[in-house]
């Protein structure tokens, strides 16, 4: 436990050791999921804030972060969802809120999808969404000897301040913490092997026809000048699921609980409570 009552543990979920943060209280619980290659560190500046109204549960997904980088997981968004259901039957919850940034917002839909009991209210931070499967030469490919040793070779060609650039709109932001946080998992053999596989087992995003039989009330947040998933799919997003609605924060980028916590905390409320 941390001094400010954040415990930090590692948890035996559906035989994957998983590193998790959380503050049980006597509130409704709601559970972070983070996005590709990143982490509960995404979450570090609105966790204190949430705990004020939520027992909060925040999960570094098996291949990032602190958890296994397993090599018999199927890393599939189906299994990242049923996975973060068992998470939150662990915690003794039959049911939760879900805030999830990025790819994590994929996994929450999933999850939304296939146990709607389950998820209360869905809020989704710049979510990915209508990407297709790897094409089949490069799942063929991945299976090659040293393949990841070209996909280090391919990520770390540019240095993670080129990275993080790409993900915040305030470059003056970004300082030495952020680029080693960021940078901690690039130094890892066993997130090339977690990002292969994943790369293999990642069905594509879910089709309009499956986002428009979730009726999970949702918020879409968005930077306006995200480049990684622009607000275009927000957009189309908003239209696809029956009960949403979109945010959008003027010169913000995608990484936006580091540029604007406090407006996400406050529209995170908005939409839970």
């Known amino acids: 436990m941390t001094g400010n009552g954040l415990n930090q543990t590692y948890l035996k979920v559906a035989g994957i050791n998983l590193y998790c943060e959380y503050i049980l209280n006597d509130k409704p619980p709601i559970l972070l999921i983070h996005g590709f290659a990143s982490s509960t560190y995404t979450f570090r500046r609105i966790i204190p804030f949430l705990e004020k109204q939520y027992s909060v549960i925040a999960v570094d997904l098996p291949g990032f972060g602190k958890s296994e980088k ?16 068992e998470c939150i039957h662990h915690f003794g919850y039959s049911n939760t809120h879900i805030v999830a940034h990025s790819m994590g917002g994929q996994i929450a839909l999933h999850m939304a999808l296939m146990a709607p009991e389950k998820v209360n209210k869905l809020v989704l931070l710049c979510s990915s969404g209508y990407l297709k499967r790897s094409k089949k030469l490069l799942i063929l490919t991945s299976y090659l000897p040293y393949f990841d040793k070209l996909v280090h070779y391919y990520i770390r060609r540019k240095d993670v301040k080129f990275h993080l650039r790409n993900v915040f709109f305030d470059h003056t932001l970004i300082n030495e913490e952020l680029i080693q946080e960021f940078g901690k998992p690039l130094n890892e053999k066993g997130f090339y092997k977690a ?4 790369l293999r087992h990642r069905e594509g995003d879910l089709l309009p026809q499956q986002l428009q039989d979730i ?3 949702t918020l879409l947040i968005w930077g306006e000048e995200d480049r990684v998933v622009p607000v275009e799919i927000g957009q189309r997003l908003v239209s696809d699921l029956p009960d949403a609605q979109l945010i959008t924060y003027e010169k913000t980028g995608h990484l936006i609980t580091e540029e604007r916590p406090e407006f996400v905390i406050k529209n995170i409320l908005m939409h839970t409570i």
């Open 195 to 198: 990002l292969i596989r994943l």
């Open 70 to 85: 397993s090599t018999s997981f199927i890393y599939s968004f189906q299994n990242y969802a049923k996975l973060m259901i």
């Open 215 to 217: 009726h999970v009330p």
